[in-house]
């Protein structure tokens, strides 16, 4: 099983908890980077840049951000050499950022999916693998190109 980073803020804590325990019902080994209990004045980039940080160190295979709408640690994770956070709130999208992207982060939106769906999403992410195909390694390629060197 996978070694996984969560946080969450305010918006996304309550998802975040069920996320975890739902990580490891199924096995995995659950880093939780906070927020570790409900703070209303808290900031999302403290705990996506965290979570991030774990990635992108390899202390984390794999990273979950929950906030209110998922954007915001969505921008703040992909500030971070060696994340690749993509905000998806469908199975399609989690699997496939995984399969094509090389995507090592999920970040999701409490005030937008429930937790039906969250865990699906959530299995569809964890379950997916980098396809290693020329076409995608190409592309990945010129991503970390680009995150190395700062340009196209």
Known sequence: MAKIAIGADH???????EIGRLLESGGHQVTDHGAHEYDALDDYPDFALAVARAVADGEAERGIIVCGSGVGASVAA??????????????????QGVEHDAMNMLCLGARIVGIA??????????????SGEERHQRRLAKVLHAERDGSE
């Open 78 to 95: 992909n500030k971070v050499r060696g994340a690749r956070a993509g905000l998806c709130h469908d199975t399609y999208s989690a699997h």
């Open 11 to 17: 918006a996304g804590f309550d998802l975040k908890q």
């Open 117 to 130: 769906l969250a865990g699906e999403i959530v299995q569809s992410f964890i379950s997916a693998a980098f």
